[in-house]
């Protein structure tokens, strides 16, 4: 009986007969890979089937509204662990919003002038740098 090397667990294992070009072993964990990675690849090629589990997940969360919730208030290490990778995320990468402003200074009543500034590098599209030219205070 032919051999082949498992694309899960790269363990050798016997190719059955019955199943062409046979990529996994037997084992539940290395089904359970074959199975994601399929699933996966049939989301980014199959329109209509990614639409399809995309409904499903959404019916399940309304039937399940506070699992999520719940599942965070009984699993202490699983948020605390969230939380941190969370903030290490936050530090790596800028966040930008149009409704944040960076300065330390409080704007005050007046008349200003809005120019383009260099540096725009913001995620939003719809936002821009720019300089505050101070025509007049109120």
Known sequence: ????????CRRSFRVRPQ???QRYCSAP????VRRKRWQSAKRRTDPDY???QARAQE???D??????????KTHDAYTRDNRDKQARRDQSRRLAK?????ANIPVVSGRYRLSPA??????????CTVELTVLSRG
């Open 29 to 32: 964990a290395c089904q359970c």
């Open 50 to 52: 990614h639409e399809n």
């Open 98 to 102: 149009m409704d944040v402003s960076t």
């Open 19 to 21: 199943v062409r070009a």
């Open 63 to 72: 039937r399940h509204p506070d699992y999520w919730r719940t599942y965070r």
């Open 118 to 127: 260099p540096g725009n590098d913001l995620a939003k599209s719809d936002a």
């Open 1 to 8: 009986m032919p051999t082949a090397r498992c694309a899960a």
């Open 59 to 61: 019916a399940w969360r």
